[in-house]
């Protein structure tokens, strides 16, 4: 009994220490969770609300509209349509096969279409929407809706995609936006992250191409709420981003449909610039091409046709083509040598119709020569046999350095798709780029605008209005970004001797005007107002001397391809230069009765701001000229630009 009374005794103490320590750890477990309760629950809570946020939330970026192109009047060229489209999230639509499938029998999708989805979604982030279809009609959005619960990431939206409402006519210099590529994203080292989203529409070409971080804008941002199958439930809050610039070119709509009707039919180019300021009012090559069919996605025919068309429409003529300029480089071969001191105005010089240099025959284009010619007759009648000598005065450098001078053989910094530099050929160009010296008959060839020497109607128009100016004149594109107005580069005198100048501006005039000029055909008089101008024709084929002994091939004889080409340069009004034009008619013949018309109906519709009266016409041309007006006239009602009885 005692010994039970002392073991109670003794297992007391130890029963307490137990229990304290028991206690202890109890408390210190829950103090532990209370501790990590309190860290979860408050000094985290933000960063798992935002986890929570982001398992039921969804960012999305909002494309931003482009900004718009309009001419000098203001006139839209290049505008935004909404359009609807239905897009698909990968992340949401599981088997993304059967839900196309599935889409397929509610609206029309083309093999090409799911293809094309399969294609994009297999590459894209799966978190990222792709295009399955858009420019789809209301009934078809409808459908979709109604059919929601099982088309699982499938939705429509409605977006802005590009229109150009002046189609053809401004194509080649506004160029066309389209899809962003996987070429389009290896040029850029740290692409926008809006150029992720599938379909995004960036410049391909042109002013659209050349101005495209501009026009692009920022993209917004959207924060949507979406239930546990990934279907929107409400929009939380949107920021809208910042729209493109607005772009207004220094181009005249009316005048650039004109140039483009009047070039119908042929494969040419034609250029219209401001004499003071640089502007351009028309830039035209043709033919031509819808860009609207590219922005839709063209079609393999419609491509086919466009790629293998000989006459090339997809070529930006104006800009990007290079000729010989022949008879308007003249008037830079005699300033050269001018100001170079080795022959004067009054100058003759003796055409017998060819020159003999280092025992070769360089012929002048009328086989029985011109007699004795001075500056003036040289330019009036194109007397080639007058350049030959005078080149060999002066020499290819200093010819070279006047054509740079007037704008040829310069790349002319605007914002087109690869503008070209044309050539002005000196001694040192030949050693490094052909590995040969320069010879004299090289220089003989290029007194006359033959041999290397290469320009575009750019280029031409440039020479014409420095040449009717005597000032640096520099093209001009764009007149305003987001209303600003653009500042007008150049302009200064290009120090050449006035005298020469006037002389060569007066000879131009009698081109014209003078009953022997090679252009009195295309002469024009509206209240007083005339023009001067320069025919030019440069061969594409040598012309042996056994064809010259029987008799030279007219051009009408021969296949298009191996025809000569036809070149017009003019300026007017004479006495106050406003306008300079250049035309270019690829294989056209001769440069005064095919390039010199154009030239002329151009200008005369430039000054008049419309369809001078008949009576502008010299009486002999009268009916003919009058004939390709209407037909221009009718053209402009049929593509929309003018009404009817305009």
């Given amino acids: 009994m005692i010994q039970g009374q002392r073991d109670t005794t003794e297992r007391g103490p130890r029963f307490t220490r137990r229990a304290l320590l028991l206690s202890a750890a109890q408390v210190g477990v829950m103090g532990l969770l209370g501790w990590r309760m309190h860290q979860l629950q408050v000094d985290k809570a933000d960063q798992f609300r935002l986890l929570a946020e982001e398992n039921r939330i969804s960012v999305q970026l909002i494309p931003p509209a482009r900004g718009l192109i309009f001419d000098i009047n203001g006139v839209a060229l290049a505008t935004n349509e909404p359009v609807y489209r239905i897009v698909i999230v990968r992340e949401n639509a599981g088997d993304v096969e059967d839900v196309l499938n599935r889409l397929a029998r509610i609206i029309t999708l083309t093999p090409e279409d799911i293809a094309r989805t399969r294609e994009e979604v297999a590459r894209r982030p799966a978190f990222l929407p792709v295009t399955v279809i858009e420019r789809i009609t209301w009934d078809e959005v409808a459908r979709v809706h109604v059919n929601a619960p099982a088309l699982p990431g499938i939705s429509a939206e409605v977006g802005l995609s590009r229109v150009y409402p002046h189609g053809q006519d401004t194509a080649h210099v506004v160029g066309y936006v389209g899809p962003v590529s996987e070429y389009d994203l290896s040029l850029i080292s740290e692409p ?75 494969s040419a180019a034609c250029v219209v610039m401001d004499c003071e300021t640089g502007d351009l009012r028309a830039i035209g090559s043709a033919p031509s091409f819808d860009p609207n069919l590219f922005v839709r996605g063209i079609s393999v025919p419609d491509w086919t046709g466009l790629n293998e068309n000989m006459y090339r429409p997809l070529a930006a003529k104006a800009f990007q083509g290079t000729y010989p300029p022949g008879s308007t480089f003249k008037a830079v071969t005699a300033l050269a040598a001018m100001e170079a001191g080795v022959l004067t105005p009054e100058e003759t010089i003796y055409c017998r119709g060819f020159v003999e240099v280092s025992g070769t025959r360089f012929h002048c284009w009328r086989a029985g020569g011109h007699g004795n010619v001075n500056f003036n007759d040289s330019l009036k009648f194109s007397c080639d046999c007058y350049y030959y000598e005078v080149s060999q005065r002066v020499g290819i450098d200093a010819m070279a350095a006047m054509a740079r001078k007037m704008g040829i053989g310069v790349r002319h910094d605007l914002p087109l798709s690869a503008v070209a530099s044309g050539l002005a050929p000196d001694r040192q160009w030949k050693r490094e780029v052909r590995g040969e010296e320069w010879r004299i008959g090289d220089t003989v060839n290029a007194s006359i605008g033959q041999g290397y020497v290469l320009a575009s109607p750019l280029q031409l128009a440039v020479m014409t209005a420095r040449l009717a100016t005597g000032r640096n004149v520099e093209p001009r594109l764009i007149h305003a970004v987001d209303g600003v107005v653009q500042p007008i580069i150049g302009g200064e005198s290009l120090g050449l001797n006035e005298n020469f100048l006037r002389r060569t501006r007066q000879s131009m005039f009698d081109v014209v005007n003078h009953q022997r000029g090679t252009a009195y055909g295309t002469r024009f008089d509206i209240d007083g107002v005339k023009m001067a101008g320069k025919t030019g024709t440069s061969q594409v084929r040598r012309i042996t001397p056994e064809e010259r002994a029987r008799g030279v091939t007219s051009n009408d004889q021969l296949p298009w391809e191996r025809r000569d080409h036809a070149l017009w340069i003019d300026f007017a009004p004479f006495d106050a230069p406003k306008y300079a034009v250049a035309v270019v008619v690829e294989h056209g013949g001769g440069g005064g009765s095919v390039a010199g018309p154009i030239g002329r109906d151009v200008t005369m519709q430039a000054l008049a701001g419309g369809f001078p009266a008949p009576e502008a016409y010299p009486a002999a041309t009268r009916g003919r000229a009058t004939e390709i007006q209407d037909r221009v006239r009718n053209l402009l009602q049929e593509r929309g630009r003018i009404e009817a009885g305009a």
């Fill in 192 to 266: 926008d992250p809006i150029l992720q989203i599938p379909r995004f529409q960036i410049g391909k070409t042109g002013v659209e191409n050349k101005l495209e971080n501009a026009m692009r804008g920022t993209a917004g941002t959207r924060r949507i709420e979406v239930n546990a199958l990934g279907r929107v439930m409400r929009e939380l809050d949107r920021q809208e981003g910042d729209s493109g610039a607005d772009i207004q070119l220094t181009l005249d709509s009316k005048l650039q449909a004109y140039v483009e009707a009047r070039l119908d039919g042929e």
